[in-house]
């Protein structure tokens, strides 16, 4: 019974955090702090992996206090039946992140997203290389290309954790560099 107990509390405890969070925060996250860096996660349709991606960067770079943010694009977003993936989101609220920490809708790749970047990521290398290189040759050099199957491979219960601990190998590059 007392295990039982404390578990709600627990699961209260949960809920309390989480309320105070959103009352505490209900307008658009803070700024980037001056001169910080940016990683870029491209993907197809700016839906799923590359948002899901991006969130989880930004959550931890805000709570390790890193000058790092992502931002997220897509190379066919118009390939994307909404804004944001119910996987994406479901995997976001599962892990209590806010999905503001993500773009509020899909975007195409461009050229100055390059510029933009000192990291460049492509989540699927067969997926996505091709695309580089016929829009973008001048950047196929400066591209990293990661292994992340998008849900026609792979589903999201797979994928996303792959991807997240993907993720938080990168920051933890990142936060070494400085």
């Known amino acids: 019974m007392e295990?039982?107990?404390?578990?709600?509390?627990?699961?209260?405890?949960?809920?309390?955090?989480?309320?105070?969070?959103?009352?505490a925060n209900?307008?658009?996250?803070?700024?980037p702090p001056e001169g910080a860096r940016e990683v870029l996660f491209i993907c197809t349709g700016n839906f799923y992996r590359s948002r899901f991606a991006e969130a989880i960067f930004n959550h931890h770079a805000i709570e390790a206090d890193l000058p790092?943010?992502?931002?997220?694009?897509?190379?066919?977003?118009?390939?994307?039946?909404?804004?944001?993936?119910?996987?994406?989101r479901a995997a976001l609220e599962a892990r209590e992140i806010d999905p503001r920490l993500t773009a509020p809708t899909r975007l195409r790749l461009e050229e100055?997203?390059?510029?933009?970047?000192?990291?460049?990521?492509?989540?699927k290398q067969s997926e996505h290389e091709a695309y580089i290189k016929k829009h973008f040759p001048s950047w196929e050099s400066r591209i990293e290309y990661?292994?992340?199957?998008?849900?026609?491979?792979?589903?999201?219960?797979?994928a996303l954790p792959k991807l997240e601990q993907t993720v938080l190998k990168?920051?933890?590059?990142?936060?070494?560099e400085g």
């Not at 209900?26 to 700024?31: D, R, S």
């Not at 990661?146 to 792979?154: K, L, R, S, Y």
């Not at 990168?170 to 070494?176: K, P, Y």
């Open 170 to 176: 990168l920051l933890r590059e990142v936060q070494r």
């Open 3 to 23: 295990a039982i107990r404390d578990a709600l509390l627990r699961q209260w405890d949960k809920w309390k955090r989480r309320f105070a969070r959103v009352e």
């Open 68 to 88: 790092w943010r992502a931002f997220s694009r897509g190379v066919a977003v118009h390939l994307a039946p909404s804004d944001l993936s119910p996987y994406t």
């Open 146 to 158: 990661w292994h992340i199957d998008d849900i026609d491979v792979a589903p999201p219960d797979e």
């Open 112 to 123: 100055e997203d390059l510029q933009r970047a000192a990291r460049r990521i492509a989540l």
């Open 26 to 31: 209900p307008g658009p996250l803070p700024p």
